[in-house]
């Protein structure tokens, strides 16, 4: 069996589709995967193809912060029509004797592959990371061009307007490329993309699918790849030579302001008498002193390095909250764009940590969320909730897509 893993985004859109390769192979099957060039690196490592789908995202999103780069094309459609293009490409040039798409992440690039699943005529399947980004009467939808109607309270109603949302940002770009090879057109574009029976890869506890939900969805479990690297050696003595530091890194997100960041984040640490560890990530967070209370890292294995830290502040992607309820370790959240306020909300409600308010965090205001995150009965919570996290959804998923297309 020949199956085509589609995902284009950051590190965290990736990484689980490669925890779901890993288990695929283990079954016995071949696996090609479509995704930016920035992770052919990782993608090699694992012996998964790569058929890369435009120029390098970090390079993009670099740009995006800096300025350093052209700007995009001036309307959201514009772009559309570009990943649209671009995904089509590179997944129809290694498309041929497929007998399943799985695809995740924007609406223009699943779209795209379920194109390519149709021109087979073989099953498609589209998966999201999180339980928000699925049409539900418990939760409202993401914010993307503009903010939602504060007048309007009715999730089901939310969710109409944002069919509609979906359709004027992206329906003539998807549309138009449909035709262009001899497809029909479809009418709703985001419910094309999601099908009535998506996939739900993230943990029954920390992201939850709430019943009754009109959609079929089927909560797999995160899609988690075991990483067995070593720490580095300087890490191994900078965690030897003191008590466990705080974890700081912002992951494959860009950060406006790295170094005002940095200078903040190290303050706020400090502040609560604890050492420092910044992951250096696409913010390229750096050392601000020369002090031996601060070390940066880079690309690391967090499996291994989160259970030696007392707190992890980052993000909140799916992937990296995960990595860290696993470990019984507090968080705090710092959101920055998609799925991240909902993590911050889930990290909170649990008891596990802290959400912070807003996605730039000041020296002020992130003492004061990890000094709500460092308290002993947080920590307490963190270790009873890592118990419950289980392991095997990259499993139960591959178990489920080769036994459906048999």
């Given at each position: 069996m020949r199956v085509l893993l589609v995902a284009y985004g950051s590190r965290g859109d990736i990484e689980p589709m490669v925890g779901l390769a890993v288990q695929l192979?283990?079954?016995?099957?071949?696996?090609?995967?479509?995704?930016?060039?920035?992770?052919?690196?990782?993608?090699?490592g694992f012996g998964?193809?790569?058929?890369?789908?435009?120029?390098?995202?970090?390079?993009?999103?670099?740009?995006?912060?800096?300025?350093?780069?052209?700007a995009p094309p001036a309307s959201m459609p514009e772009r559309a029509a570009r990943m649209v293009a671009m995904t089509y490409d590179a997944a129809s040039s290694v498309a041929e004797g497929v007998d399943v798409v799985v695809a995740t992440g924007l609406i223009p690039a699943a779209a795209a592959a379920r194109s390519v699943a149709e021109k087979l005529g073989v099953p498609y399947k589209f998966v999201s990371y999180f339980p928000s980004?699925?049409?539900?009467?418990?939760?409202?939808?993401?914010?993307?061009?503009?903010?939602?109607?504060?007048?309007?309270?009715?999730?089901?109603?939310?969710?109409?307007?944002?069919?509609?949302?979906?359709?004027?940002?992206?329906?003539?770009?998807?549309?138009?490329?449909?035709?262009?090879?001899?497809?029909?057109p479809v009418e709703n574009v985001r419910d094309h993309v999601f099908t009535g029976q998506p996939w739900l890869a993230a943990?029954?506890?920390?992201?939850?699918?709430?019943?009754?939900?009109?959609?079929?969805?089927?909560?797999?479990?995160?899609?988690?790849?075991e990483d067995e690297r070593p720490l580095?050696?300087?890490?191994?003595?900078?965690?030897?030579?003191?008590e466990a530091p705080v974890y700081v890194g912002f992951g494959s997100m860009p950060v406006r302001d790295a170094e005002d960041v940095a200078e903040a984040v190290v303050g706020a640490v400090r502040a609560q008498g604890r050492r420092v560890l910044l992951g250096s990530g696409w913010a390229g967070l750096a050392l601000t002193d020369d002090r031996d209370d601060c070390f940066v890292v880079g690309e690391v294995n967090q499996q291994a390095l989160f259970g030696r830290v007392a707190a992890v502040v980052h993000h909140g992607g799916a992937g990296t909250t995960t990595t860290a309820a696993r470990a019984g370790v507090p968080q705090v959240v710092v959101p920055q764009m998609a799925d991240q306020p909902y993590w911050a909300g889930r990290v909170a409600d649990l008891g596990i940590g802290?959400?912070?308010?807003?996605?730039?965090?000041?020296?002020?205001?992130?003492?004061?969320?990890?000094?709500t995150a460092l308290a002993p009965e947080v920590r307490d919570r963190a270790v009873a909730v890592a118990g419950t996290i289980r392991t095997d959804g990259a499993v139960v998923a591959a178990k489920l897509l080769l036994d459906a297309v048999g």
């Open positions: 192979q283990a079954l016995g099957a071949e696996v090609q995967v479509c995704a930016p060039p920035d992770f052919a690196e990782l993608l090699d998964l193809p790569l058929a890369p789908i435009g120029p390098s995202v970090r390079e993009m999103t670099k740009g995006a912060v800096t300025g350093a780069k052209p980004y699925l049409p539900s009467p418990h939760h409202p939808p993401l914010a993307w061009t503009k903010p939602l109607p504060a007048d309007v309270t009715d999730n089901r109603v939310l969710w109409e307007l944002n069919a509609q949302d979906m359709d004027e940002l992206f329906g003539g770009a998807v549309n138009t490329h449909r035709a262009s090879i001899g497809l029909p943990d029954a506890l920390l992201g939850p699918w709430l019943e009754p939900a009109e959609l079929d969805v089927v909560q797999t479990g995160a899609w988690i790849r580095p050696a300087g890490l191994e003595a900078f965690l030897e030579a003191g802290a959400a912070h308010d807003g996605p730039t965090p000041t020296t002020e205001s992130l003492a004061a969320a990890l000094k």
